[in-house]
């Protein structure tokens, strides 16, 4: 009997690709991923942040252009007032909702906060019997930093001895005052030491205008945790030694041997733009 030869035909399809419908369905798992992640989050956050999420979807004009960082997850919106880092302005431009209203409210509530210690300070160095004499050397005054008191030396040394971090009894006197008047107030604190332009002489090796204002700041420091200041309170002690001379001063001016004590304002980079029909603090 013959063999008859069977052909076998495989058939293929589908042109060597299955074409870009995957594409679209892993976008939308992407996207429903990225959803997913917001949410958490968002619920892993404190009730402040939450509410500014809240604030800003309720009314977002009352979000003025405000940001903290070029990473988008660290700014934060105007409706966060407390426990958070002041926003940097991208740009002048003033909000005009309740969240932005509110924010300025509380600035203004702290810049009148500040300038009753302000007045407190001076009062009580213009009339308290020992430290009247020190009244020229103590100056305060409300910035857009915050309360700054400057502790400033004279040629005879009014709180260090010259070439010296230790501290007298007057500067003793001094931060003691200044501690109880910012008692009211729970704001954070940086201090600063200045030297003027004399070069350090003697002493260790090595041992300059740099060290010498890096020591007077933290004795500084550690004489306002004494009087019963909050050590958390206080977020650095910098040293500039003379490159921050007093304004319209000599650099070896005797004036510029001193300390300041910033009392930092939480609304620093808040722009001071009233809304509509608001008077800003005087």
């Known amino acids: 009997m013959a063999v008859i030869p069977v052909r076998k035909v495989i058939k293929r399809g589908g042109g060597g690709h299955s074409g870009g419908s995957w594409k679209v369905a892993y976008a939308d798992f992407v996207t429903a991923m990225m959803a997913l992640f917001m949410v958490l989050w968002i619920l892993s956050q404190g009730p402040d942040v939450r509410q500014a999420i809240a604030s800003y979807f309720s009314d977002p004009r009352g979000i003025p252009t405000l940001q903290t960082s070029h990473n988008l997850m660290d700014n934060v919106g105007a409706g966060v007032l407390d426990q958070l880092p002041a926003p940097v302005p991208q740009d002048s431009g003033r909000g005009s909702g309740p969240a932005y209203v509110k ?23 213009s009339e308290a019997p020992a430290l009247t004499k020190l009244a020229k050397t103590v100056q305060v005054k409300v910035t857009n930093e915050g309360l700054r008191v400057e502790l400033i030396d004279q040629v005879d040394g009014t709180f260090f001895d010259i070439g010296s971090a230790t501290p007298n009894e007057n500067l003793r006197r ?58 958390q309170r206080i977020t650095e002690v910098r040293a500039y030694a003379e490159t921050i001379p007093l304004p319209n001063a000599d650099p070896i001016d005797a004036r510029n041997r001193r ?24």
Do not use: C
């Open 259 to 282: 300390v300041s004590i910033l009392l930092q304002s939480r609304f620093a980079n808040v722009p001071d733009i009233p809304p509509p029909g608001a008077t800003p603090q005087k």
């Open 174 to 231: 001094a931060v003691e005052d200044i501690v109880h008047a910012m008692a009211n107030l729970d704001n954070e604190v940086v201090i600063e030491g200045h030297t003027d332009a004399r070069p350090y002489v003697g002493g260790l090796t090595g041992y300059s205008n740099w060290e010498l204002s890096a020591d007077r700041g933290n004795a500084v420091r550690r004489l306002m945790t004494t009087y019963g200041f909050p050590t």
């Open 103 to 125: 924010i300025w409210q509380a600035k203004q509530k702290e810049i009148k906060d500040m300038q009753e210690v302000a007045k407190r300070i001076q009062k009580e160095f």
